[in-house]
């Protein structure tokens, strides 16, 4: 692996993300009137946010039993409204117990 | 004294922004470790492995980048795949920009654009009112240490957590997306039913033979303005300053 490949690489990398972020924040100052485009704007964090954690979120444990479970909690938790933190550390600790139930009856 | 209420009040802000990048910190801690493993893993350098880090910060483009360069991809594979990873990022800061405070200046911009993420983008966009440049850099700020430290520590010392913990602490970062998305979808029911038809068609996506050819960066952002397209015309926002924008 030589250095100059690794930074290289890491440039162009670096550099892509950098003005993917930086344009559009840089470009529209003003704030946009057409209430479409507002209503679009306004919805679009939680769209990309369902889209990012479904279907992902079940594959992102060891197992998908283990991460159903620990989707199951998470989403108690969240409509029981409580912190960021603590959903996601209670989702944690659910997959953690589910493994280790899955490991003692050998499912896993 | 007007000076110094003022000085107090950006204070104010930054310090806020530090802690509610705290959670957002624990949860690259742990991402960043794993990706610390892996390039080290891979065989690459763990000072290579930090430096990608601390001039990308982004999980799953700087894991695909990672690997192309690990496995002799070509210099414009990596660029085309990096930038359809994080197209999203594009989307959200367009989103972003209407809501940070009119005032802050060009070069603020271009400084604090670097810390978009889906992590720190999500919680400065349930922030009341306008995002100011000294919360927005407080928001930053921590999760860029943790993202930082994470890496080191995951390049350096990989057998420092156990497996099980390890593999548990994965889900951490989707349940924080699921802490944001899913009360305000209780409260609004527009807010939930984009929620559900971005996540349905992400399933479609992801399970339907044929489709789920097509690469993840781009199924995140056709379900995003697929599903918002759907809310702002079948529920378009309420307009707080009058009606001057009636169609």
Same mark, same amino acid.
């Given at each position: 692996?030589?250095?100059?490949?690794?930074?290289? +690489?890491?440039?162009?990398?670096?550099?892509?993300?950098?003005? &993917?972020?930086?344009?559009?924040?840089?470009?529209?100052?003003?704030?946009?009137?057409?209430?479409?485009?507002?209503?679009?704007?306004?919805?679009?964090?939680? #769209? &990309?946010? %369902?889209?990012?954690?479904?279907?992902?979120?079940?594959?992102?444990?060891?197992?998908?039993?283990? %991460?159903?479970? +620990?989707?199951?909690?998470?989403?108690?938790?969240?409509?029981?409204?409580? +912190?960021?933190?603590?959903?996601?550390?209670?989702?944690? #600790?659910?997959?953690? %117990?589910?493994?280790?139930?899955?490991?003692?009856?050998?499912?896993? | 004294?007007?000076?110094?209420?003022?000085?107090?009040?950006?204070?104010?802000?930054?310090?806020?922004? *530090?802690?509610?990048?705290?959670?957002?910190? *624990?949860?690259? *801690?742990?991402?960043?470790?794993?990706?610390?493993?892996?390039?080290?893993?891979?065989?690459?350098?763990?000072?290579?492995?930090?430096?990608?880090?601390?001039?990308?910060?982004?999980?799953?483009?700087?894991?695909?980048?990672?690997?192309?360069?690990?496995?002799?991809?070509?210099?414009?594979?990596?660029?085309?795949?990096?930038?359809?990873?994080?197209?999203?990022?594009?989307?959200?800061?367009?989103?972003?920009?209407?809501?940070?405070?009119?005032?802050?200046?060009?070069?603020?911009?271009?400084? !604090?654009?670097?810390?978009?993420?889906?992590?720190?983008?999500?919680?400065?966009?349930?922030?009341?009112?306008?995002?100011?440049?000294?919360?927005?850099?407080?928001?930053?700020?921590?999760?860029?240490?943790?993202?930082?430290?994470?890496?080191?520590?995951?390049?350096?010392?990989?057998? !420092? !957590?156990?497996?099980?913990?390890?593999?548990?602490?994965?889900?951490?970062?989707?349940?924080?997306? !699921?802490?944001?998305?899913?009360?305000?979808?209780?409260?609004?029911?527009?807010?939930?039913?984009?929620? *559900?038809?971005?996540?349905?068609?992400?399933?479609?996506?992801?399970?339907?033979?044929?489709?789920?050819?097509?690469?993840?960066?781009?199924?995140?952002?056709?379900?995003?303005?697929?599903?918002?397209?759907?809310?702002?015309?079948?529920?378009?926002?309420?307009?707080?300053?009058?009606?001057?924008?009636?169609?």
């Amino acid at each position: 692996m030589s250095v100059e490949r690794i930074l290289i +690489g890491t440039l162009i990398m670096a550099g892509v993300t950098y003005l &993917v972020r930086m344009l559009p924040l840089a470009i529209f100052k003003k704030k946009i009137t057409n209430r479409f485009v507002r209503s679009f704007l306004a919805y679009v964090p939680y #769209a &990309v946010l %369902a889209a990012m954690t479904l279907p992902e979120i079940l594959y992102s444990t060891g197992s998908v039993y283990s %991460a159903g479970f +620990g989707l199951l909690v998470a989403l108690v938790l969240a409509y029981h409204n409580r +912190g960021l933190l603590t959903v996601a550390l209670g989702s944690s #600790a659910a997959v953690f %117990a589910a493994e280790w139930l899955l490991r003692a009856f050998q499912l896993m | 004294m007007r000076d110094k209420h003022h000085y107090d009040k950006k204070a104010a802000a930054f310090r806020k922004g *530090l802690k509610d990048g705290v959670p957002i910190c *624990l949860g690259y *801690l742990s991402v960043s470790f794993a990706f610390g493993m892996m390039a080290t893993q891979g065989g690459m350098p763990a000072w290579a492995a930090l430096v990608i880090s601390m001039s990308n910060m982004t999980s799953a483009g700087q894991v695909a980048g990672t690997n192309l360069i690990l496995s002799g991809g070509l210099y414009l594979e990596l660029a085309v795949t990096t930038f359809v990873i994080n197209i999203r990022y594009m989307l959200m800061s367009l989103s972003l920009s209407q809501k940070v405070d009119e005032s802050m200046t060009t070069l603020q911009r271009w400084v !604090l654009s670097f810390g978009v993420t889906d992590e720190i983008f999500a919680v400065a966009m349930q922030q009341e009112g306008a995002v100011t440049a000294e919360y927005f850099s407080g928001l930053v700020l921590t999760p860029y240490l943790g993202w930082s430290l994470g890496t080191l520590l995951g390049a350096t010392a990989t057998n !420092l !957590l156990p497996a099980g913990v390890r593999t548990a602490l994965g889900i951490a970062i989707y349940g924080m997306f !699921l802490a944001i998305i899913i009360p305000p979808a209780r409260k609004a029911a527009p807010v939930a039913k984009v929620v *559900l038809f971005a996540a349905l068609l992400s399933c479609l996506f992801r399970w339907v033979p044929g489709l789920n050819r097509i690469s993840g960066g781009w199924v995140i952002i056709l379900c995003a303005v697929a599903a918002s397209a759907y809310g702002a015309l079948c529920y378009p926002i309420q307009e707080t300053e009058g009606a001057a924008n009636e169609c």
